[in-house]
């Protein structure tokens, strides 16, 4: 099975390619980094409490009121996410701090749940899967791929798109939202494929078509039978190709530092 790893920042439409990827005619199963985001730091799980153990004292509204809480639980009051992006996300050094202590809270916990969506994937005979995780490269998610599709804009209409999308910021939070990420040009020079989606949705839908066409050539009903069934050639398959993602990300890196 091939594991798409679908990145890109915050407002570039990535959502919208994996909206586009999980419809006909494509028709793939979509692991989302964001929602299981959402399910690991629900009420009474560990990242939860961490969470809670950490920022709570010191972040105002962190949980939701009773009477506001979207997903009303016995096991406490909601994480507001917004209130916590307020807290973490900036190019201060405190923001740094906190979204390196929560990214080591959140990541571990969406770890292990992509892994258990990816076997079941797997599992039912899949040809290809897609990894939707916005910190794909951040978080060196892009090793475990045989792919990564970076959906990239041009600064300007990141900007734009990011102010439509979310009414409720403010162009300096905006501004710090995107500045808290690593740029489309750094993720770029690590991607394996880039679409630049400036245009129309029908641009789009051409772009990811042909990936995607590009992507399925020699990945017959066969092979991915074979590779569903026959679990010492999987695990030969798998061996390789995360060594070859090691050795090519390790290249990637060091040429990056010398750009630097």
């Known amino acids: 099975m091939l594991l798409i790893g679908l990145t890109g920042s915050i407002a570039t439409g990535k959502s919208t390619v994996s909206r586009i990827l999980a419809s006909e005619p494509h028709s793939l199963p979509i692991i989302d980094a964001d929602h299981l985001a959402h399910a690991v730091i629900l009420p009474?799980?560990?990242a939860y409490r961490a969470i809670l153990s950490h920022f709570g004292s010191t972040t105002p509204n962190l949980l939701y009121d009773a009477a506001e809480d979207p997903t009303p639980s016995p096991h406490g009051a909601s994480i507001n996410r917004r209130v916590l992006g307020q807290r973490v996300f900036g190019p201060t050094e405190q923001n740094q701090r906190d979204i390196k202590v929560l990214n080591g809270i959140v990541h571990p916990a969406v770890r292990r749940a992509m892994l258990r969506e990816v076997v079941r994937c797997w599992l039912r005979g899949h040809w290809a899967a897609v990894l939707d995780v916005p910190l794909l490269f951040e978080g060196r998610l892009d090793v475990f791929c045989g792919v990564t599709l970076l959906i990239g804009t041009s600064p300007a209409v990141q900007l734009e798109r990011l102010l439509l999308r979310d009414a409720h910021l403010t162009r300096e939070d905006a501004e710090r939202r995107i500045a808290s990420q690593m740029s489309v040009?750094?993720?770029?020079?690590?991607?394996?494929v880039v679409v630049w989606n400036d245009g129309s949705?029908?641009?789009?839908?051409?772009?990811?078509?042909?990936?995607?066409?590009?992507?399925?050539?020699?990945?017959?009903?066969f092979w991915t039978a074979v590779m569903a069934t026959c679990w010492?050639?999987?695990?030969?398959?798998?061996?390789w190709r995360l060594v070859g993602n090691w050795l090519k990300r390790r290249k990637r890196d060091e040429l990056l530092k010398k750009d630097t």
Do not use: H, N
């Open 185 to 192: 040009l750094k993720k770029r020079e690590l991607a394996d």
């Open 44 to 46: 009474g799980t560990p």
């Open 201 to 221: 949705k029908e641009d789009l839908e051409k772009e990811i078509a042909r990936f995607v066409a590009d992507a399925r050539r020699g990945r017959g009903w």
């Open 232 to 239: 010492p050639v999987t695990a030969t398959v798998i061996f």
